[in-house]
């Protein structure tokens, strides 16, 4: 907070596109699309459209024992563009819900399927799923958990084979292969007690855009099923086109127990989240009230006609507009230009790509005692351009349109 002395926030008064205008005039590109969650724009004249229908028919109910239509066709146009089986939905209103969602269903499923002792979760390391407390217990960055760890029920962690251009195709199979057979020996001594194992699918993003392998994803799905565990699909930053696919996991070709959206599920406009489940899942729920199987987990706000509406356009947009085919050419630029840009500076440990997505990588200790995170934020502002910065690394997470 005491950096807001030297550096007070900006106002911003106004969204144009890929641009920020604050109160002075001043213009910023934001190449961090506000968060992860700007899609098409700001103030995008077809969502904008929408929301004036939708708030002059229906604003909010009640979403219990009410429900409306644009939560039943959200629904409908969801299962056309998820992977397969995945056809029931919760709502939230933000992500981190959505992963304390997924976590006690998981639970909830096993104590109510005849496995009570599974009561443990798997996560990667370096992995963030949000700043609530069960969230934080499956997350796996220091400077979000180290403050609340006598609070947090801790999850296990396992090794990811990161993408690393210093090794050699035979080095990273061999890499790739000690982390799947550390992960199958957990799994095969330890199933018993596991009831789900939840992944950010191929990429990082709060632990600095980091890249790990489809073969190993692919390998948890495969464990996971034999072992009767729960694979949970955070798609919550990475999905909506963000890598090039609308989900992450179909670079590997998996289809998850559960999938947890929101950010780019409304492009910005509205606080919506959803965890996508199976038939399965759902059947362990489907009993009379009183034997007490109901999962019990809503917010308010949840299921909101304004945020169901918004949605329901940006799957428009992605069908009408052919998003994912311009994701992918603009990617293969943004990646070309950085590498012609920073493959060769001597400041520079690392270049990351995936999609619409990208993360410079400094070397340590470049000038230690400056913050040369903050002092390039800063630099970057004046010649009116938004970043996002993990200390040493600088992602770029751009707009589709």
Not at 158 to 175: A, C, G, M, Q
Not at 269 to 297: M, Q, R, V, W
């Amino acid at each position: 907070m005491k950096d807001f002395e030297e550096n007070p926030p900006l106002v911003i008064k106004k969204g144009d596109g890929l641009y920020l205008i604050d109160e002075n005039g001043n213009r910023y590109m934001d190449c961090i699309s506000s968060w992860w969650v700007n899609l098409f724009g700001h103030c995008n004249e077809r969502i904008n459209k929408v929301i004036t229908e939708q708030v002059n028919t229906l604003e909010h109910v009640i979403f219990a024992n009410f429900a409306h239509e644009p939560a039943a066709e959200l629904c409908e146009e969801l299962t056309k563009v998820l992977p397969n089986g995945l056809n029931k939905f919760l709502f939230s209103d933000n992500g981190s819900s959505c992963i304390e969602m997924a976590l006690k269903l998981s639970f909830q499923y096993h104590l109510q399927t005849g496995n009570p002792q599974k009561t443990k979760f798997i996560s990667l390391e370096n992995a963030y799923h949000g700043e609530t407390i069960g969230a934080l217990g499956v997350g796996d960055v220091d400077i979000f958990t180290e403050t609340y760890r006598p609070l947090i029920k801790e999850g296990i962690k396992v090794r990811v084979p990161y993408i690393n251009t210093e090794l050699s195709n035979d080095e990273f199979r061999r890499l790739e292969d000690e982390c799947i057979k550390e992960l199958e020996d957990l799994i095969v001594k330890k199933h018993n007690e596991i009831a789900c194992m939840i992944v950010e699918p191929m990429v990082q993003g709060a632990a600095g855009i980091k890249i790990y392998s489809a073969r190993f994803l692919k390998s948890a799905r495969e464990l996971t099923k034999k072992y009767n565990i729960h694979l949970i699909d955070d798609e919550i930053a990475m999905g909506f086109g963000r890598t090039g696919k609308m989900f992450a996991c179909e670079h590997a070709e998996i289809e998850p127990d559960m999938i947890c959206i929101a950010k780019g599920l409304s492009s910005g406009y509205y606080p919506i989240a959803i965890l996508c489940i199976t038939t399965d899942i759902f059947n362990a729920f489907y009993a009379d009230y009183k034997e007490g199987k109901s999962f019990l987990h809503s917010h308010t706000y949840s299921g909101n006609p304004l945020g169901c509406r918004i949605a329901l356009e940006v799957l428009k947009i992605f069908k009408e507009e052919n998003i994912l085919k311009t994701v992918n050419e603009k990617g293969a630029y943004l990646k070309q230009k950085m590498k012609e840009i920073f493959k060769d500076k001597p400041y520079v440990k690392d270049i990351r790509n995936i999609g619409l997505i990208g993360a410079i990588e400094l070397k340590d200790n470049l000038l230690p005692n400056i913050r040369v995170g903050k002092e390039i934020y800063n630099l970057a502002l004046k010649k009116e351009c938004l970043l996002d910065l993990l200390e040493i690394v600088f992602i770029l997470c751009l707009h589709m349109l």
